[in-house]
């Protein structure tokens, strides 16, 4: 198989540099004068989020949480998200995304395996689809596997994850204050971003389906030492039963090595173009998805 080759294409994904970097200087200038001004204290966490610093976000979302005023919901609620607990009712409107994030998800041998599974099969990958027809590169450039081609492998992966997602999924439920959902299989593949592949902002809930949302799972998996930058999953504040997204206001969450994130599928997301030196198939940006199952989110 020739190497894979995504389409060259300029980083139109929100980025962290220029006004925002002046932003947070001119913020914790401010701080230090006034530490206890919520409502710096809530932008440097926004900023914070949208760098992928969430240890940060979450020491800002704490003190302003603590500071009585309007933004006081949302730190607190901010808090609970990223310190594990169980979310607070959210109000409406566009809000940010929940998540949570799972780290260390296999054993050592485990996380060998996946990736040797993912070499042996390079020759069935094929440019992503959506719908049966191949997604435009202006849109998303990526290669997928549907794992139901390919039984035995379909098989091993459902007898090593199932029991993982099962596990955590209580967890997930609890902390995202969702109802409804069971850890049953409705969708399973193998995504690889090579060389300059992305995706721009996209739902993954069908349209017709989004109110009722679904559970995502994502795995991501590559060789160590990682050979590739960019490809985090940014996870957008949205409105869902609107259908609408703050395309300013976001999570950035890098695709960290045997690390998994669930997160709502009628979320706004998309993936910021991947970089490396290499086309090599080994060198890309690898995940796993699970759709984990439909239901009636509480805090909605």
């Known amino acids: 198989m020739a190497p894979m080759r995504a389409a060259v294409t300029e980083e139109v994904m929100p980025h962290i540099g220029g006004l925002r970097g002046q932003a947070e200087l001119v913020l914790m200038r401010r701080l230090k004068i006034d530490p206890d001004n919520a409502k710096a204290l809530l932008q440097v966490g926004e900023i914070c989020r949208a760098k992928g610093d969430l240890a940060a976000a979450l020491r800002a979302y704490r003190r302003a949480s603590a500071i009585s005023g309007p933004g006081r919901q949302k730190a607190a609620w901010l808090q609970a998200l990223l310190g594990g607990d169980r979310l607070p009712h959210r109000p409406r409107g566009i809000w940010p995304a929940p998540f949570v ?36 590169r202006t849109v998303r450039t990526a290669f997928r596997v549907g794992l139901a081609i390919d039984n035995l492998a379909s098989d091993e992966l459902d007898a090593l994850f199932l029991p993982k997602i099962r596990r955590f999924l209580p967890d997930v439920r609890r902390r995202l204050r969702l109802d409804g959902y069971e850890p049953h299989r409705i969708h399973f593949d193998m995504t690889a971003y090579p060389n300059g592949g992305f995706g721009k902002p996209h739902q993954d809930a069908p349209p017709a389906e989004y109110r009722r949302l679904g559970v995502i799972c994502v795995y991501y998996f590559h060789p160590q030492p990682k050979a590739f930058s960019g490809g985090d999953l940014l996870l957008y504040d949205t409105e869902v039963k609107e259908r609408s997204y703050n395309s300013l206001s976001f999570w950035r969450l890098e695709p960290m090595a045997n690390s998994a994130i669930f997160y709502l599928d009628a979320y706004w997301h998309a993936i910021t173009p991947v970089k490396c030196d290499s086309d090599e198939f080994a060198h890309a940006r690898f995940a796993l998805t699970f759709r984990t199952g439909r239901g009636t989110p509480a805090s909605h």
Do not use: C, H, I, W
Not at 110 to 118: F, I, S, T
């Open 101 to 136: 994030r799972v780290m260390n998800f296999l054993a050592p041998a485990e996380q060998r395996r996946v990736l040797a599974m993912a070499m042996a099969m390079r020759d069935k990958f094929s440019p992503a689809k959506t719908g049966g027809s191949v997604v435009a």
